[in-house]
Protein backbone atom coordinates (compact mmCIF):
# COMPACT_ATOMS: atom_id res chain seq x y z
CA UNK A 1 0.00 0.00 0.00
CA UNK A 2 1.44 3.34 -0.72
CA UNK A 3 2.54 5.85 2.17
CA UNK A 4 0.11 8.37 1.14
CA UNK A 5 -2.70 5.87 1.22
CA UNK A 6 -1.71 4.42 4.66
CA UNK A 7 -1.03 7.96 6.10
CA UNK A 8 -4.90 8.81 4.92
CA UNK A 9 -6.20 5.60 6.21
CA UNK A 10 -4.48 6.81 9.80
CA UNK A 11 -5.95 10.02 9.61
CA UNK A 12 -9.29 8.98 8.82
CA UNK A 13 -9.29 6.63 11.98
CA UNK A 14 -8.08 9.01 14.41
CA UNK A 15 -10.42 11.76 12.72
CA UNK A 16 -13.60 11.19 15.15
CA UNK A 17 -16.83 12.85 13.92
CA UNK A 18 -16.51 16.69 14.46
CA UNK A 19 -18.33 17.93 17.85
CA UNK A 20 -19.44 21.24 18.80
CA UNK A 21 -18.33 23.57 21.72
CA UNK A 22 -19.60 22.70 24.62
CA UNK A 23 -22.16 21.51 26.99
CA UNK A 24 -23.60 22.88 29.62
CA UNK A 25 -24.74 21.45 32.88
CA UNK A 26 -27.97 19.31 32.95
CA UNK A 27 -30.96 19.77 35.16
CA UNK A 28 -30.43 15.80 35.48
CA UNK A 29 -27.92 14.25 37.81
CA UNK A 30 -26.60 11.14 35.91
CA UNK A 31 -28.95 8.80 38.50
CA UNK A 32 -32.44 10.79 38.31
CA UNK A 33 -35.21 10.21 35.90
CA UNK A 34 -34.94 12.38 32.79
CA UNK A 35 -38.64 13.27 32.24
CA UNK A 36 -39.14 13.86 28.43
CA UNK A 37 -42.57 15.59 26.01
CA UNK A 38 -43.53 14.75 23.03
CA UNK A 39 -44.05 17.43 20.75
CA UNK A 40 -45.96 16.24 17.37
CA UNK A 41 -46.97 13.02 18.49
CA UNK A 42 -48.40 10.78 15.16
CA UNK A 43 -46.62 8.36 13.20
CA UNK A 44 -42.81 9.08 14.14
CA UNK A 45 -44.00 11.01 17.85
CA UNK A 46 -45.61 7.73 18.78
CA UNK A 47 -42.38 5.29 17.69
CA UNK A 48 -39.70 8.06 19.00
CA UNK A 49 -41.98 8.28 22.48
CA UNK A 50 -42.26 4.26 22.84
CA UNK A 51 -38.03 4.15 21.84
CA UNK A 52 -37.60 6.39 24.83
CA UNK A 53 -39.69 4.98 27.22
CA UNK A 54 -37.80 2.10 26.68
CA UNK A 55 -35.20 3.19 29.16
CA UNK A 56 -36.50 2.64 32.58
CA UNK A 57 -35.05 5.91 33.91
CA UNK A 58 -37.29 7.96 31.22
CA UNK A 59 -40.51 8.73 32.14
CA UNK A 60 -43.00 10.71 30.50
CA UNK A 61 -44.84 13.54 31.39
CA UNK A 62 -46.79 15.48 28.39
CA UNK A 63 -47.63 15.14 24.57
CA UNK A 64 -48.57 18.08 22.30
CA UNK A 65 -50.48 17.44 18.97
CA UNK A 66 -52.55 19.68 16.96
CA UNK A 67 -55.33 16.70 16.01
CA UNK A 68 -57.58 15.61 19.18
CA UNK A 69 -57.51 11.97 18.40
CA UNK A 70 -53.54 11.59 18.45
CA UNK A 71 -54.18 13.07 22.04
CA UNK A 72 -56.11 11.16 22.90
CA UNK A 73 -54.51 8.03 21.50
CA UNK A 74 -51.28 8.98 23.61
CA UNK A 75 -53.65 8.91 26.74
CA UNK A 76 -55.11 5.59 26.10
CA UNK A 77 -51.45 4.65 25.33
CA UNK A 78 -49.66 5.91 28.20
CA UNK A 79 -52.13 6.93 30.94
CA UNK A 80 -54.57 9.01 31.65
CA UNK A 81 -52.46 10.97 33.61
CA UNK A 82 -50.41 12.14 30.58
CA UNK A 83 -51.25 15.91 30.51
CA UNK A 84 -51.71 16.98 26.84
CA UNK A 85 -52.18 20.84 24.82
CA UNK A 86 -52.30 21.68 21.50
CA UNK A 87 -49.83 24.50 22.73
CA UNK A 88 -46.12 23.43 22.47
CA UNK A 89 -45.20 26.70 24.63
CA UNK A 90 -47.15 25.29 27.56
CA UNK A 91 -44.82 21.73 26.96
CA UNK A 92 -41.62 24.34 27.09
CA UNK A 93 -42.81 26.27 30.29
CA UNK A 94 -43.10 23.35 32.37
CA UNK A 95 -40.57 22.52 35.25
CA UNK A 96 -41.22 18.94 35.24
CA UNK A 97 -40.04 18.38 31.25
CA UNK A 98 -36.15 18.11 31.04
CA UNK A 99 -35.81 17.14 27.18
CA UNK A 100 -38.42 17.31 24.35
CA UNK A 101 -38.79 15.04 21.05
CA UNK A 102 -40.18 17.08 18.64
CA UNK A 103 -41.81 15.09 15.90
CA UNK A 104 -43.88 17.73 14.03
CA UNK A 105 -43.73 18.35 9.87
CA UNK A 106 -40.71 19.86 9.02
CA UNK A 107 -41.88 23.36 8.57
CA UNK A 108 -42.32 23.72 12.51
CA UNK A 109 -38.84 21.98 13.59
CA UNK A 110 -36.57 24.93 14.11
CA UNK A 111 -39.21 27.62 15.12
CA UNK A 112 -39.78 24.98 17.87
CA UNK A 113 -36.43 23.81 18.55
CA UNK A 114 -34.76 27.04 19.19
CA UNK A 115 -37.35 27.64 21.55
CA UNK A 116 -37.00 24.90 23.04
CA UNK A 117 -33.22 25.21 23.78
CA UNK A 118 -34.53 28.76 25.03
CA UNK A 119 -36.41 26.86 27.94
CA UNK A 120 -33.46 24.91 28.83
CA UNK A 121 -34.70 21.78 27.27
CA UNK A 122 -32.78 19.17 25.92
CA UNK A 123 -34.18 18.23 21.99
CA UNK A 124 -34.44 14.95 20.01
CA UNK A 125 -35.49 16.80 17.06
CA UNK A 126 -36.46 14.79 13.80
CA UNK A 127 -34.75 15.04 10.84
CA UNK A 128 -34.60 16.98 8.69
CA UNK A 129 -33.05 19.58 10.77
CA UNK A 130 -34.38 22.00 8.93
CA UNK A 131 -36.89 22.47 6.26
CA UNK A 132 -35.07 25.98 4.29
CA UNK A 133 -31.33 26.02 4.39
CA UNK A 134 -31.24 29.65 6.25
CA UNK A 135 -32.61 28.24 9.27
CA UNK A 136 -29.64 26.01 9.66
CA UNK A 137 -27.46 28.71 11.26
CA UNK A 138 -29.71 30.36 14.04
CA UNK A 139 -30.27 26.92 15.37
CA UNK A 140 -26.39 25.90 15.10
CA UNK A 141 -25.86 29.23 16.90
CA UNK A 142 -28.75 28.81 19.65
CA UNK A 143 -27.62 24.96 20.32
CA UNK A 144 -24.00 26.54 21.16
CA UNK A 145 -25.16 29.40 22.75
CA UNK A 146 -27.56 27.18 25.15
CA UNK A 147 -25.05 24.26 25.61
CA UNK A 148 -27.90 22.11 25.77
CA UNK A 149 -27.59 18.58 24.33
CA UNK A 150 -29.57 18.82 20.74
CA UNK A 151 -29.60 15.32 18.57
CA UNK A 152 -30.91 15.19 15.15
CA UNK A 153 -33.04 12.07 14.51
CA UNK A 154 -31.43 10.08 11.67
CA UNK A 155 -31.06 6.90 13.78
CA UNK A 156 -28.64 5.40 11.17
CA UNK A 157 -25.81 7.55 12.59
CA UNK A 158 -26.18 4.84 15.57
CA UNK A 159 -26.82 1.93 13.91
CA UNK A 160 -24.51 -1.04 14.74
CA UNK A 161 -24.73 -1.67 10.21
CA UNK A 162 -23.50 1.83 9.93
CA UNK A 163 -21.01 1.37 12.86
CA UNK A 164 -19.94 -1.52 10.90
CA UNK A 165 -19.32 0.03 7.57
CA UNK A 166 -17.46 3.15 9.20
CA UNK A 167 -14.88 0.67 10.68
CA UNK A 168 -14.30 -1.16 7.66
CA UNK A 169 -13.59 2.14 5.10
CA UNK A 170 -11.75 3.90 7.82
CA UNK A 171 -9.60 0.36 8.53
CA UNK A 172 -8.93 0.43 4.45
CA UNK A 173 -10.50 -2.63 3.87
CA UNK A 174 -12.00 -2.16 1.18
CA UNK A 175 -8.67 0.41 0.09
CA UNK A 176 -8.91 3.62 -1.20
CA UNK A 177 -12.96 4.67 -0.96
CA UNK A 178 -13.92 6.14 -5.00
CA UNK A 179 -17.44 6.00 -5.35
CA UNK A 180 -20.74 5.27 -3.23
CA UNK A 181 -24.46 4.51 -4.30
CA UNK A 182 -27.28 4.46 -2.30
CA UNK A 183 -31.09 4.14 -3.01
CA UNK A 184 -34.34 4.18 -1.27
CA UNK A 185 -37.10 2.47 -3.50
CA UNK A 186 -41.01 1.53 -2.40
CA UNK A 187 -43.70 0.84 -4.28
CA UNK A 188 -47.02 1.26 -2.48
CA UNK A 189 -49.39 3.86 -1.87
CA UNK A 190 -48.55 4.43 2.05
CA UNK A 191 -44.97 4.10 1.53
CA UNK A 192 -45.54 7.20 -1.40
CA UNK A 193 -47.05 9.01 1.54
CA UNK A 194 -51.05 8.28 0.58
CA UNK A 195 -51.38 8.37 4.77
CA UNK A 196 -55.06 7.85 6.33
CA UNK A 197 -57.02 10.81 6.20
CA UNK A 198 -59.00 10.48 10.03
CA UNK A 199 -62.72 10.21 9.73
CA UNK A 200 -63.50 13.09 12.27
CA UNK A 201 -60.62 15.49 10.96
CA UNK A 202 -62.38 19.34 10.59
CA UNK A 203 -61.61 22.66 11.98
CA UNK A 204 -62.87 21.48 15.13
CA UNK A 205 -60.68 18.16 15.90
CA UNK A 206 -57.42 20.01 14.11
CA UNK A 207 -56.01 22.90 15.02
CA UNK A 208 -54.89 24.25 11.45
CA UNK A 209 -54.17 27.72 11.94
CA UNK A 210 -50.94 26.18 14.24
CA UNK A 211 -50.52 23.47 11.70
CA UNK A 212 -50.15 26.14 9.03
CA UNK A 213 -47.66 28.28 10.97
CA UNK A 214 -45.66 30.46 8.79
CA UNK A 215 -46.60 28.69 5.98
CA UNK A 216 -48.81 30.81 3.37
CA UNK A 217 -52.61 30.82 4.37
CA UNK A 218 -54.96 28.44 2.93
CA UNK A 219 -58.56 27.35 3.93
CA UNK A 220 -59.16 24.03 6.30
CA UNK A 221 -57.92 20.33 4.22
CA UNK A 222 -57.37 17.63 5.60
CA UNK A 223 -55.43 16.11 3.07
CA UNK A 224 -52.65 18.71 3.58
CA UNK A 225 -52.52 17.76 7.11
CA UNK A 226 -52.62 14.11 7.40
CA UNK A 227 -49.91 13.96 3.99
CA UNK A 228 -48.33 17.27 4.45
CA UNK A 229 -44.81 15.87 3.27
CA UNK A 230 -46.29 15.97 -0.37
CA UNK A 231 -46.11 19.80 -0.48
CA UNK A 232 -43.37 21.75 0.06
CA UNK A 233 -45.45 24.21 2.19
CA UNK A 234 -44.45 21.81 4.93
CA UNK A 235 -42.30 19.25 3.90
CA UNK A 236 -39.00 18.73 1.99
CA UNK A 237 -39.68 16.33 -0.81
CA UNK A 238 -37.73 13.37 -1.42
CA UNK A 239 -34.51 14.27 -0.77
CA UNK A 240 -35.04 16.32 2.78
CA UNK A 241 -37.09 13.30 3.75
CA UNK A 242 -34.94 10.56 2.43
CA UNK A 243 -31.71 11.79 1.46
CA UNK A 244 -31.19 13.04 4.44
CA UNK A 245 -30.79 9.43 5.55
CA UNK A 246 -28.60 8.54 3.53
CA UNK A 247 -26.47 11.45 3.55
CA UNK A 248 -26.43 11.09 7.54
CA UNK A 249 -25.26 7.35 7.33
CA UNK A 250 -22.64 8.28 4.89
CA UNK A 251 -21.59 11.37 6.46
CA UNK A 252 -20.78 9.03 9.75
CA UNK A 253 -19.16 6.21 8.24
CA UNK A 254 -16.47 8.31 5.84
CA UNK A 255 -16.39 11.33 8.52
CA UNK A 256 -17.46 13.77 5.73
CA UNK A 257 -18.54 17.48 6.03
CA UNK A 258 -20.90 16.97 3.11
CA UNK A 259 -20.11 17.48 -0.90
CA UNK A 260 -19.04 20.43 -3.52
CA UNK A 261 -21.71 19.74 -5.97
CA UNK A 262 -24.93 18.55 -6.83
CA UNK A 263 -27.06 17.75 -9.16
CA UNK A 264 -30.59 15.93 -9.34
CA UNK A 265 -32.74 15.71 -11.44
CA UNK A 266 -36.09 13.35 -11.68
CA UNK A 267 -39.90 14.07 -11.75
CA UNK A 268 -43.28 13.17 -10.45
CA UNK A 269 -43.89 10.30 -12.56
CA UNK A 270 -46.78 8.00 -10.77
CA UNK A 271 -48.32 9.49 -8.03
CA UNK A 272 -50.31 11.87 -9.15
CA UNK A 273 -52.50 13.11 -6.64
CA UNK A 274 -52.15 16.60 -6.44
CA UNK A 275 -48.79 16.76 -4.90
CA UNK A 276 -46.46 19.44 -5.82
CA UNK A 277 -43.23 17.38 -4.60
CA UNK A 278 -41.30 14.52 -7.32
CA UNK A 279 -41.72 10.72 -6.48
CA UNK A 280 -38.61 10.18 -8.55
CA UNK A 281 -35.05 11.85 -7.58
CA UNK A 282 -31.83 11.01 -8.63
CA UNK A 283 -28.62 12.56 -7.61
CA UNK A 284 -25.26 13.07 -8.12
CA UNK A 285 -22.90 14.43 -5.61
CA UNK A 286 -19.10 15.31 -5.62
CA UNK A 287 -17.28 14.77 -2.95
CA UNK A 288 -13.99 16.98 -2.90
CA UNK A 289 -10.93 15.33 -0.87
CA UNK A 290 -10.05 16.31 2.56
CA UNK A 291 -8.22 16.09 5.66
CA UNK A 292 -11.05 12.70 6.44
CA UNK A 293 -11.20 10.92 3.00
CA UNK A 294 -10.14 10.58 -0.52
CA UNK A 295 -12.18 12.80 -3.11
CA UNK A 296 -15.54 10.31 -4.18
CA UNK A 297 -18.76 10.40 -5.84
CA UNK A 298 -21.98 9.46 -4.70
CA UNK A 299 -25.11 8.86 -6.67
CA UNK A 300 -28.41 8.41 -4.67
CA UNK A 301 -31.92 7.23 -5.87
CA UNK A 302 -35.16 7.21 -4.48
CA UNK A 303 -38.20 5.86 -6.65
CA UNK A 304 -41.70 5.60 -5.44
CA UNK A 305 -42.94 2.94 -7.77
CA UNK A 306 -40.21 0.87 -8.17
CA UNK A 307 -41.29 -2.36 -9.94
CA UNK A 308 -40.45 -4.06 -6.54
CA UNK A 309 -42.74 -6.11 -3.83
CA UNK A 310 -40.58 -4.72 -0.66
CA UNK A 311 -39.01 -1.81 -0.12
CA UNK A 312 -35.23 -1.32 -0.43
CA UNK A 313 -33.20 0.49 1.24
CA UNK A 314 -29.28 0.35 1.20
CA UNK A 315 -25.62 1.15 0.18
CA UNK A 316 -22.69 0.59 -1.58
CA UNK A 317 -19.30 1.48 -1.30
CA UNK A 318 -17.08 1.09 -3.51
CA UNK A 319 -12.87 0.87 -2.94
CA UNK A 320 -9.76 -0.09 -4.53
CA UNK A 321 -9.86 -3.36 -2.92
CA UNK A 322 -13.37 -4.14 -2.17
CA UNK A 323 -16.80 -3.45 -2.19
CA UNK A 324 -19.85 -3.91 0.59
CA UNK A 325 -23.40 -3.39 0.16
CA UNK A 326 -25.81 -2.64 3.31
CA UNK A 327 -29.80 -3.07 3.61
CA UNK A 328 -31.41 -2.02 7.27
CA UNK A 329 -29.89 -5.28 9.39
CA UNK A 330 -27.16 -6.43 7.17
CA UNK A 331 -23.85 -6.22 5.41
CA UNK A 332 -22.16 -7.76 2.72
CA UNK A 333 -18.45 -7.30 1.71
CA UNK A 334 -16.54 -8.27 -1.09
CA UNK A 335 -12.52 -7.86 -0.87
CA UNK A 336 -10.69 -8.10 -4.41
CA UNK A 337 -6.97 -7.47 -3.56
CA UNK A 338 -4.89 -5.76 -6.80
CA UNK A 339 -3.80 -8.42 -9.54
CA UNK A 340 -0.59 -10.61 -8.41
CA UNK A 341 -0.01 -10.56 -12.48
CA UNK A 342 -1.27 -7.21 -14.86
CA UNK A 343 -2.49 -10.13 -17.70
CA UNK A 344 -2.00 -9.15 -21.04
CA UNK A 345 -4.03 -7.97 -24.41
CA UNK A 346 -1.30 -9.20 -27.14
CA UNK A 347 -3.36 -11.42 -29.60
CA UNK A 348 -3.75 -8.13 -32.18
CA UNK A 349 0.21 -7.59 -32.42
CA UNK A 350 2.63 -9.09 -35.02
CA UNK A 351 3.81 -12.75 -33.25
CA UNK A 352 7.31 -12.01 -33.17
CA UNK A 353 6.05 -8.40 -31.33
CA UNK A 354 4.08 -11.52 -28.92
CA UNK A 355 6.56 -13.62 -28.24
CA UNK A 356 8.91 -11.35 -27.48
CA UNK A 357 6.78 -9.82 -24.94
CA UNK A 358 6.07 -13.38 -23.90
CA UNK A 359 9.07 -14.18 -22.79
CA UNK A 360 10.06 -10.66 -20.73
CA UNK A 361 6.48 -11.14 -18.99
CA UNK A 362 7.30 -14.73 -18.19
CA UNK A 363 10.61 -13.85 -16.48
CA UNK A 364 9.39 -10.91 -14.78
CA UNK A 365 6.26 -13.13 -12.99
CA UNK A 366 7.55 -16.06 -12.57
CA UNK A 367 5.52 -19.93 -12.63
CA UNK A 368 4.36 -19.66 -9.12
CA UNK A 369 3.33 -16.06 -9.16
CA UNK A 370 1.50 -16.99 -12.99
CA UNK A 371 -0.40 -20.17 -11.16
CA UNK A 372 -2.12 -17.86 -8.45
CA UNK A 373 -2.95 -14.99 -11.12
CA UNK A 374 -5.41 -12.37 -10.16
CA UNK A 375 -7.08 -12.54 -6.46
CA UNK A 376 -7.73 -13.78 -3.82
CA UNK A 377 -11.35 -12.90 -3.62
CA UNK A 378 -13.02 -12.79 -0.10
CA UNK A 379 -16.36 -12.69 1.12
CA UNK A 380 -18.15 -11.48 4.46
CA UNK A 381 -20.81 -10.57 6.04
CA UNK A 382 -22.29 -8.62 9.40
CA UNK A 383 -25.93 -9.52 10.64
CA UNK A 384 -27.60 -6.83 13.20
CA UNK A 385 -28.60 -9.50 16.08
CA UNK A 386 -32.37 -10.57 16.15
CA UNK A 387 -35.09 -7.11 17.49
CA UNK A 388 -31.81 -4.88 17.01
CA UNK A 389 -33.22 -1.48 16.40
CA UNK A 390 -31.23 1.77 15.59
CA UNK A 391 -34.10 4.10 16.49
CA UNK A 392 -33.74 2.32 20.19
CA UNK A 393 -30.17 2.92 19.77
CA UNK A 394 -30.37 6.04 18.64
CA UNK A 395 -32.53 7.40 21.61
CA UNK A 396 -30.17 5.57 23.82
CA UNK A 397 -27.68 7.44 22.44
CA UNK A 398 -29.47 11.12 22.98
CA UNK A 399 -29.86 9.94 26.68
CA UNK A 400 -26.50 8.95 27.11
CA UNK A 401 -25.67 12.81 26.37
CA UNK A 402 -28.81 14.04 28.27
CA UNK A 403 -26.95 12.27 31.43
CA UNK A 404 -23.70 12.75 30.67
CA UNK A 405 -23.55 16.13 29.00
CA UNK A 406 -21.29 14.17 26.57
CA UNK A 407 -21.61 15.54 23.50
CA UNK A 408 -23.81 13.68 20.81
CA UNK A 409 -22.10 12.65 17.31
CA UNK A 410 -25.47 13.49 15.27
CA UNK A 411 -25.34 17.22 16.75
CA UNK A 412 -27.13 20.58 15.19
CA UNK A 413 -23.38 20.70 12.83
CA UNK A 414 -24.03 16.91 11.60
CA UNK A 415 -27.67 17.54 11.08
CA UNK A 416 -26.85 20.86 8.75
CA UNK A 417 -24.16 18.79 7.17
CA UNK A 418 -26.83 16.29 5.98
CA UNK A 419 -29.82 18.64 5.63
CA UNK A 420 -28.37 21.31 3.63
CA UNK A 421 -27.04 19.26 0.67
CA UNK A 422 -30.13 17.53 1.11
CA UNK A 423 -32.52 20.81 0.71
CA UNK A 424 -30.07 21.81 -2.10
CA UNK A 425 -30.93 18.80 -4.06
CA UNK A 426 -34.31 20.12 -4.41
CA UNK A 427 -33.29 23.68 -5.62
CA UNK A 428 -30.72 21.83 -8.17
CA UNK A 429 -34.08 19.35 -9.18
CA UNK A 430 -36.14 22.86 -9.39
CA UNK A 431 -33.38 25.10 -10.77
CA UNK A 432 -32.66 22.10 -13.38
CA UNK A 433 -28.32 23.17 -13.00
CA UNK A 434 -25.30 21.62 -10.58
CA UNK A 435 -25.26 23.57 -7.65
CA UNK A 436 -22.47 23.90 -5.51
CA UNK A 437 -21.80 23.81 -1.74
CA UNK A 438 -19.44 25.04 1.09
CA UNK A 439 -19.28 22.15 3.37
CA UNK A 440 -17.12 24.34 5.53
CA UNK A 441 -19.18 26.92 5.68
CA UNK A 442 -22.44 24.86 4.95
CA UNK A 443 -23.43 27.16 2.59
CA UNK A 444 -24.06 27.19 -0.98
CA UNK A 445 -21.50 28.89 -3.37
CA UNK A 446 -21.82 30.25 -6.98
CA UNK A 447 -19.49 27.46 -8.15
N1 LIG B 1 -36.24 9.03 11.67
C1 LIG B 1 -37.12 8.43 10.90
O1 LIG B 1 -36.92 7.33 10.41
C2 LIG B 1 -38.43 9.13 10.63
C3 LIG B 1 -39.51 8.39 10.14
C4 LIG B 1 -40.72 9.05 9.96
C5 LIG B 1 -40.82 10.41 10.22
N2 LIG B 1 -39.74 11.10 10.66
C6 LIG B 1 -39.84 12.55 10.91
O2 LIG B 1 -40.75 12.76 11.99
C7 LIG B 1 -41.49 13.95 11.78
C8 LIG B 1 -42.97 13.62 11.87
O3 LIG B 1 -43.32 12.74 10.83
P1 LIG B 1 -44.60 11.81 10.98
O4 LIG B 1 -44.52 10.81 9.92
O5 LIG B 1 -44.72 11.34 12.38
O6 LIG B 1 -45.77 12.85 10.65
P2 LIG B 1 -47.27 12.81 11.21
O7 LIG B 1 -48.07 13.67 10.32
O8 LIG B 1 -47.69 11.39 11.40
O9 LIG B 1 -47.15 13.47 12.64
C9 LIG B 1 -46.87 14.81 12.81
C10 LIG B 1 -47.70 15.32 13.97
O10 LIG B 1 -47.26 16.62 14.30
C11 LIG B 1 -48.39 17.36 14.73
N3 LIG B 1 -48.10 18.78 14.60
C12 LIG B 1 -48.01 19.53 13.49
N4 LIG B 1 -47.67 20.80 13.80
C13 LIG B 1 -47.53 20.83 15.15
C14 LIG B 1 -47.23 21.84 16.07
N5 LIG B 1 -46.97 23.08 15.67
N6 LIG B 1 -47.22 21.54 17.39
C15 LIG B 1 -47.50 20.29 17.81
N7 LIG B 1 -47.79 19.28 16.98
C16 LIG B 1 -47.81 19.54 15.66
C17 LIG B 1 -49.51 16.88 13.83
O11 LIG B 1 -50.74 17.10 14.46
C18 LIG B 1 -49.18 15.41 13.65
O12 LIG B 1 -49.91 14.58 14.53
C19 LIG B 1 -41.06 14.48 10.43
O13 LIG B 1 -40.10 15.49 10.59
C20 LIG B 1 -40.43 13.31 9.73
O14 LIG B 1 -39.42 13.67 8.82
C21 LIG B 1 -38.56 10.48 10.88
Redesign the pocket.
Same mark, same amino acid.
Given at each position: MPASRRRFLRNAASASVAFPAMAAQSAVSPNSKVRIAT?? !? *? *?? *?? @??TRNALKDPGVELTAV????TG?LERAKELFGTDLITT???REVLARNDVDAVI !?? $? %?? #?? #?V %??AIEALKAKKDVYL +?? %?MIHKISEGKPLIEEARRSGRILQV @?? +?YVSSAIYRKAREIVQSGQIGQLTMVEAWLDRNTATGAWQ?TLAPDASPAT !??WD??L?SAPKRPFDANR?????NYND? @? $?GLA *??LY? =?LLSGLHYVTNSKGPRSVYTTGGLRYWKDGRDVPDVMLALFDYPQSKEHPAFNLALRVNFKCGMPEERFGFRFVGTEGSFTTSYDTLEMVRTPEESVPGYTIGTFPKAMQDAYLKEYNEKYPEMVRKNKGRVVENSSFKASDGYSA #?VA =?HEAFMEGVRTRKPVVEDAVFGMQAAGPALLCNESYYQKSILYWDPERMEPVKS
Amino acid at each position: MPASRRRFLRNAASASVAFPAMAAQSAVSPNSKVRIATIG !I *G *GM *GF @GDTRNALKDPGVELTAVCDLYTGRLERAKELFGTDLITTRDYREVLARNDVDAVI !IA $T %PD #HW #HV %PIAIEALKAKKDVYL +QK %PMIHKISEGKPLIEEARRSGRILQV @GS +QYVSSAIYRKAREIVQSGQIGQLTMVEAWLDRNTATGAWQYTLAPDASPAT !IDWDRFLGSAPKRPFDANRFFRWRNYNDY @G $TGLA *GDLYV =HLLSGLHYVTNSKGPRSVYTTGGLRYWKDGRDVPDVMLALFDYPQSKEHPAFNLALRVNFKCGMPEERFGFRFVGTEGSFTTSYDTLEMVRTPEESVPGYTIGTFPKAMQDAYLKEYNEKYPEMVRKNKGRVVENSSFKASDGYSA #HVA =HHEAFMEGVRTRKPVVEDAVFGMQAAGPALLCNESYYQKSILYWDPERMEPVKS
